[in-house]
């Protein structure tokens, strides 16, 4: 059975960092990547990464967030760096099986970034 749990969130001043971590278990993954969603908004991918290291990040998210990932744990990270309230949503971790047949979200983590 694959669990995700993440964790991390919280609030922050604008200009602060956070760090994101998603636990993975129950199966071998493909993509693993965060995704965001602000109160009346669709959900939005925010980066991906690929079993190999391969990245993709939302233009939101270019140069102020990167998205490291651990194989060998299971684990997918999202430091965030100079936060801006237009970031202030709920984070979610996705996974995809290594096929990219199943994918999978995680329970959501808020980030608030306010003064």
């Known amino acids: 059975q694959v669990q995700l749990v993440e964790s991390g969130g919280g609030l922050v001043q604008p200009g602060g960092s956070l760090r994101l971590s998603c636990a993975a278990s129950g199966s071998i993954f493909g993509i693993m990547g965060w995704y965001r969603q602000a109160p009346g908004k669709q959900r939005e991918l925010v980066a991906a990464i690929t079993r190999s290291g391969s990245t993709n990040y939302a233009d939101s998210a270019k140069g102020r967030f990167t998205i490291p990932r651990d194989n060998a744990k299971n684990m997918v990270y999202l430091q965030m760096n100079s936060l801006k309230p237009e970031d202030t949503a709920v984070y979610y971790c996705?996974?995809?099986?290594?096929?990219?047949?199943?994918?999978?979200w995680g329970q959501g983590t808020q980030v608030t970034v306010s003064s």
């Open positions: 996705n996974v995809a099986s290594l096929l990219g047949t199943r994918e999978y």
